[in-house]
C-alpha cells in the first residue's frame, strides 16, 4: 500500500515562500495499493494536482471519504477533474445519516453561491453515502472503518485495511480526555481514550492531527485540534509503528516544521515524522 500526501496543512492553505518546502495544501491524502481503483481522504487544496493525476491514469472510478465538511477539506472538491470527467464514476463518502443528507451537505457549497458549479450538474456519475462511526464499508477494494473523533460539529476517524497492511487516518481531533488524566498523564485510559487505542491498535501507520503545540493546546482546548506528545502517547499505548504528524498549524513556517521534525527525529521505539506535501509512504503489503 502507498500513502501519498498532497495536502497537509489545517484550517487555511497557505502558499508562500515561508511554506515551500513542506506545503501549503490543506488537507488531501491518496491511497493506493497494486492496481486497485484509487481511495482518497479528505478533498482539501491539494486534490486539485491529485485530480489531474488521477483523470490521466486508466481507472474510471475512485472513492473519496470525507473526515467532515470544514472547509479545508473541502475546498478542493469543485476543483477535482474526476467530477467533471463523463464515464468517471466518484463514490462520495461524508458524515451523515442518510444518503441524501450526504449529498444535501455538498449541494449546499456546489449551489451556484458559493461555487459556481451546481451538484446536479456534475459531468461525472457523482454518488453519495453517508458514514456513521462503528459502520464498516468497502471503499472499492479497501476495508475502511469510521470512528468519531472529538471536533466542533463532529469529524471522522478511518482506519483503512489491505494487504495485510493497516492505516489510521485521524484528523480533526482535540485529546480525548483532559489534561492531567489518560496516556498522556501516565494514568490508565478513560472509556473514551481506550476505545480510540483499540481502534488504532497495531496499526502500521497513523496519521494524526497534530495541529498545536502543547501550549497551545492548552489555549485552545475546545477548538478540536491534538499536539504531538498526546499523539506519540495515545499510538505508543497502541503499538503504532509509525506516527505522522498533520494538518499542520498555517501560521508553522518551513523552519517550525524543520524544528518540529529534529524534535521528534531520535524517538523510539514509535517512529514519528512529519507529513510533507508530496511525499509518498511505502507501506508494503502482498
Ligand atoms: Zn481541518
Ligand atoms: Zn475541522
Same mark, same amino acid.
Given at each position: ?36 481503483? %484509487?481511495? !482518497? ?15 490521466? +491514469?486508466?481507472?474510471?472510478?475512485? $472513492?473519496? #471519504? ?32 442518510? $444518503? ?15 461555487? *459556481? ?18 459502520? =464498516? ?6 476495508? !475502511? +472503518?469510521? /470512528?468519531?473523533?472529538?471536533? %466542533? ?6 482506519? /483503512? ?15 480525548? !480526555?483532559? %489534561? ?9 485510559? *478513560? ?5 480510540? /487505542?483499540?481502534? #488504532?491498535?497495531?496499526? $502500521? #501507520? !497513523? ?5 498545536? =503545540? ?35 498549524? *498555517? $501560521? ?9 521534525? +529534529? ?13 510533507? +506535501? ?9
Amino acid at each position: 500500500m502507498q500513502l501519498t500526501f498532497w495536502g497537509v496543512r489545517g484550517s487555511i492553505p497557505t502558499p508562500g515562500a515561508d511554506t515551500r518546502a513542506w506545503g501549503g495544501n490543506s488537507s488531501c491524502l491518496e491511497v493506493r495499493h497494486a492496481d486497485w481503483p %484509487p481511495l !482518497v481522504l479528505d478533498c482539501g487544496t491539494g486534490a486539485r494536482g491529485l485530480g489531474f493525476k488521477l483523470v490521466a +491514469e486508466h481507472h474510471r472510478e475512485l $472513492d473519496l #471519504l470525507f473526515t467532515h465538511l470544514h472547509m479545508d477539506h473541502v475546498f478542493g472538491f469543485p476543483f477535482f477533474v474526476p467530477i467533471y470527467t463523463p464515464g468517471y464514476q466518484v463514490r462520495v463518502g461524508v458524515p451523515a445519516f442518510s $444518503d441524501d443528507e450526504a449529498r444535501e451537505k455538498l449541494a449546499r457549497y456546489l449551489n451556484g453561491v458559493y461555487h *459556481p458549479t451546481r451538484i446536479r450538474e456534475l459531468p461525472a456519475e457523482v454518488r453519495f453515502r453517508a458514514l456513521r462511526s462503528g459502520r =464498516t464499508i468497502q471503499a472499492g477494494r479497501f476495508v !475502511v +472503518e469510521p /470512528i468519531s473523533l472529538t471536533h %466542533p460539529g463532529g469529524s471522522l476517524g478511518y482506519r /483503512i485495511e489491505a494487504a495485510g497492511v493497516r492505516v489510521g487516518y485521524i484528523t480533526d481531533t482535540a485529546p480525548f !480526555v483532559p %489534561p492531567g488524566e489518560g496516556v498522556m498523564a501516565g494514568k490508565a485510559p *478513560p472509556r473514551a481514550e481506550q476505545r480510540i /487505542i483499540d481502534f #488504532l491498535r497495531g496499526c $502500521d #501507520l !497513523v496519521v494524526y492531527d497534530t495541529m498545536y =503545540t502543547r501550549a497551545e493546546y492548552l489555549e485552545k482546548m475546545t477548538w478540536g485540534h491534538s499536539y504531538p506528545e498526546y499523539a506519540v502517547s495515545l499510538c505508543e499505548a497502541a503499538a503504532v509503528q509509525h506516527l505522522v504528524l498533520f494538518h499542520h498549524l *498555517p $501560521d508553522a513556517t518551513d523552519a517550525d516544521l524543520d524544528e518540529r521534525q +529534529e524534535q521528534w527525529a531520535r524517538h523510539t521505539p514509535l517512529r514519528v515524522t512529519l507529513a510533507r +506535501e508530496g511525499d509518498t509512504l511505502d507501506l508494503g503489503g502482498q
